[in-house]
C-alpha cells in the first residue's frame, strides 16, 4: 500500500508569515509523529498523535507551533510568525499504534523561510 | 533522559565488504526498542532493522543485522556485503518505554560505498 505522503515537499516562506504542512499517514495507523531535522543533524521529535488526541506535544519549541489531527488521519502542522530559525526538514511518521511498533516516515518537508 | 551517540562522523567502504557503524545509548528505562534507519540523498529514512532490549537473539535483515551488547549498551548496524546503493545516511535511534513513544536520534553517520 501507499506510504506516508507530506505536502508540499518544498516550502520558500518569508520571515513572519504562517505556514501549513501536511501529512497523510499510512491507512490504518492510529499513531503520527511530527519531527523537524535541521541540517547535518538527527530529527528531533515535536509531538505525538494517538487518534485524534496529541498524546505528547513536549516537543514542540514554542508556541508558534501548533499540529492538528482533527479525524484521526491527516495532521496538519501549523507554524505562525516564522523565524529564520524554523527552516529545517519536517517530517511526518505513522504507526499502527503499538508501543511496540516501529515508524515509518514519509519523505519530508522541506521548509525555508527566508 | 535518552541519548543516542553516533562517534563516526564519516565512513568509507570498499564495495563487497562488510562495515560496522558503532550507537551508543544511555537510558534508564528497563525495556526499550533500538531501531536504525537510512536517509539516502532524496530525504526519506527508511526503516532497517530493529532490536528490543529482551531480545536475546541478535535481530538480522537480509544484509543488515544489529550487534547488540546490552551491558555495553551498544547497538552496532553491521552491513554485509556494501553495495554502490548503501551510500546514504544512518541513523540510530532509540524508543523508551517510559519516555512515551518517541524517537531519539543520534547525530547520524555518513557511509560512503567506494567502487
Known amino acids: 500500500g501507499a506510504g506516508v505522503s507530506q505536502t508540499p515537499s518544498n516550502k520558500v516562506t518569508e520571515k513572519g508569515k504562517y505556514v501549513e504542512l501536511r501529512c497523510d499517514p499510512i491507512?490504518?495507523?492510529?499513531?503520527l509523529y511530527w519531527y523537524r531535522q535541521s541540517l547535518g543533524q538527527g530529527p528531533e521529535f515535536l509531538i505525538y498523535?494517538?487518534?485524534?488526541?496529541?498524546?505528547?506535544d513536549s516537543g514542540l519549541p514554542n508556541d508558534r507551533f501548533f499540529a492538528v489531527r482533527p479525524e484521526g488521519s491527516v495532521s496538519t502542522l501549523k507554524i505562525q510568525r516564522t523565524e529564520r530559525g524554523d527552516s529545517a526538514v519536517y517530517l511526518c511518521?505513522?504507526?499502527?499504534?503499538?508501543?511496540?511498533?516501529?515508524?515509518?516516515f514519509g519523505p519530508g518537508t522541506r521548509l525555508l523561510v527566508l | 533522559a535518552q541519548k543516542i551517540t553516533q562517534t563516526q562522523p564519516g565512513m568509507f567502504v570498499q564495495e563487497k565488504e562488510a562495515v560496522t557503524l558503532d550507537c551508543t545509548y544511555d537510558?534508564?528505562?528497563?525495556?526499550?526498542?533500538l531501531f536504525w534507519y537510512k536517509q539516502p540523498s532524496s530525504g526519506e529514512m527508511i526503516f532497517l532493522i530493529y532490536?528490543?532490549?529482551?531480545?536475546?537473539q541478535n535481530a538480522t535483515e537480509g544484509r543488515y543485522s544489529l550487534n547488540f551488547q546490552k551491558a555495553r549498551k551498544s547497538a552496532n548496524l553491521v552491513i554485509s556485503a556494501s553495495q554502490l546503493g548503501d551510500s546514504a545516511m544512518y541513523f540510530c535511534?532509540?524508543?523508551?518505554?517510559?519516555?512515551?513513544?518517541?524517537?531519539?536520534f543520534g547525530g547520524g553517520t555518513r557511509l560512503m560505498v567506494k567502487p
Open positions: 511518521a505513522s504507526s499502527s499504534g503499538s508501543s511496540a511498533e516501529t515508524q515509518y
Open positions: 491507512s490504518g495507523h492510529t499513531a
Open positions: 498523535f494517538q487518534g485524534t488526541g496529541a498524546a505528547d
Open positions: 537510558t534508564s528505562d528497563q525495556s526499550y526498542g
Open positions: 532490536q528490543g532490549s529482551y531480545d536475546e
Open positions: 535511534a532509540m524508543r523508551g518505554n517510559n519516555a512515551g513513544n518517541m524517537l531519539t
